[in-house]
């Protein structure tokens, strides 16, 4: 019978599960939206409650702070799931607001993969998979807040 893990690897193991494996797929979809820009561009000038002017700024900017928050995740402070979970939530809400005005916008999430996965972006999926990526972000957030005011006792 193997040992049960202690407090601290337990929590190691919800840190990555909660930070880092969210934080890669941010980092993932970042990576994919830099790689084709126009395309990511696009998607973002699809909807109507992004003003013109802004979607070269955008386009630029959320992927950028997607890898930003995704470089964040690897280290123990509360940085990367703060900003991911921001990133992610914004991006969540635009496409909402959109959604719930004109039916769902072209995501632009992962770029070409995106495409791959033939539509499998529906309203639902996204709004879903985001709402759980925000959760995993703010209770990883939680989980290194609280693991940073725990005096360690040598272990």
Not at 32 to 60: H, N, Y
Request: hydrophobic share 50%; glycine share 12%; aromatic share 10%.
């Amino acid at each position: 019978m193997s040992p049960a893990l202690s407090p601290r690897a337990q929590s190691r193991v919800w840190d990555c599960v909660l930070v880092v494996l969210p934080g890669i797929v941010l980092g993932a979809a970042g990576v994919a939206k830099l790689l084709e820009l126009d395309a990511f561009a696009r998607a973002i000038t699809s909807r109507r409650v992004i003003p013109r002017g802004t979607v070269d700024a955008i386009a630029v900017l959320v992927p950028s702070l997607e890898l930003a928050a995704a470089i964040g995740c690897f280290h123990t402070g509360w940085f990367g799931p703060l900003l991911g979970a921001t990133v992610v939530a914004a991006f969540t809400g635009a496409y909402t607001v959109e959604y719930a005005l004109s039916g769902p916008p072209e995501c632009g999430c992962f770029g070409a993969f995106a495409t791959f996965q033939s539509e499998r972006s529906s309203a639902g999926w996204v709004i879903g998979r985001n709402a759980f990526l925000v959760g995993c972000f703010l209770c990883g957030l939680l989980l290194r807040q609280n693991a940073a005011t725990v005096p360690r006792n040598g272990g």
